[in-house]
């Protein structure tokens, strides 16, 4: 069954040159846009209390501090879901399609281990961490989060599988911090 999906998706890419430099965009590059707009969010949120907005506060620093915390648990969680995905690639050695499918070529190359995604935990756990936090930005977070976990597997670069272990490592890590 995870050939089948993977094959449903895969099928998308190799089609036209603009969709496949769409499909690298959000594989790619799209992640960085997505930290920083995370950043952004957690910094310049205004909560409940008036008068907590960074720019607009009479001590800056003060209010940047009393907002360490979420992005401290935000990125925390975020870094961590990472190296445990990392560790997990090195306890399973699972090959990505590319190498692990006849006539499968990735639109980018990739050289570790595919399970389980590092990119999905990492952006599994962001979007989970500031849901805890955030509710409709955490949504939109984890919208993104699926959008760069599609984009990996229409790319070739990892099997629906990968993903899907990639976020439910990422989404167990942001539960396990926000609750320490």
């Given at each position: 069954?995870?050939?089948?999906?993977?094959?449903?998706?895969?099928?998308?890419a190799?089609?036209?040159?603009?969709?496949?430099?769409?499909?690298?965009?959000f594989a790619?590059?799209?992640?960085?846009?997505?930290?920083?707009?995370?950043?952004?969010?957690?910094?310049?949120?205004?909560?409940?209390?008036?008068?907590?907005?960074?720019?607009?506060?009479?001590?800056p620093?003060?209010?940047?501090?009393?907002?360490?915390?979420?992005?401290?648990?935000?990125?925390?969680?975020?870094?961590?879901?990472?190296?445990?995905?990392?560790?997990?690639?090195?306890l399973?050695?699972?090959?990505?399609?590319?190498?692990?499918?006849?006539?499968?070529?990735?639109?980018?190359s990739?050289?570790?281990f595919?399970?389980?995604?590092?990119?999905?935990?990492?952006?599994?756990?962001?979007?989970?961490?500031?849901?805890?936090?955030?509710?409709?930005?955490g949504?939109?977070?984890?919208?993104?989060?699926?959008?760069?976990?599609?984009?990996?597997?229409?790319?070739?670069?990892?099997?629906?599988?990968?993903?899907?272990?990639?976020?439910?490592?990422?989404?167990?890590?942001?539960?396990?911090?926000?609750?320490?």
């Amino acid at each position: 069954m995870n050939n089948e999906f993977f094959f449903f998706f895969y099928n998308l890419a190799h089609r036209a040159d603009l969709l496949d430099k769409l499909i690298v965009f959000f594989a790619v590059y799209f992640p960085f846009i997505v930290v920083i707009l995370a950043g952004l969010f957690l910094l310049f949120h205004l909560p409940a209390q008036a008068g907590h907005e960074v720019l607009k506060a009479e001590n800056p620093f003060r209010v940047f501090l009393e907002k360490k915390k979420e992005i401290l648990v935000v990125f925390f969680s975020s870094f961590l879901a990472y190296f445990l995905s990392s560790i997990l690639k090195f306890l399973f050695h699972t090959a990505r399609p590319f190498l692990a499918l006849p006539n499968i070529s990735s639109l980018f190359s990739e050289s570790s281990f595919a399970f389980p995604s590092g990119h999905s935990a990492f952006f599994a756990a962001l979007a989970f961490s500031i849901f805890f936090l955030h509710k409709k930005a955490g949504y939109i977070f984890m919208f993104f989060a699926l959008l760069i976990g599609l984009a990996r597997i229409i790319a070739g670069v990892h099997f629906p599988i990968d993903i899907l272990g990639g976020f439910v490592l990422g989404a167990l890590v942001a539960y396990f911090v926000k609750n320490v």
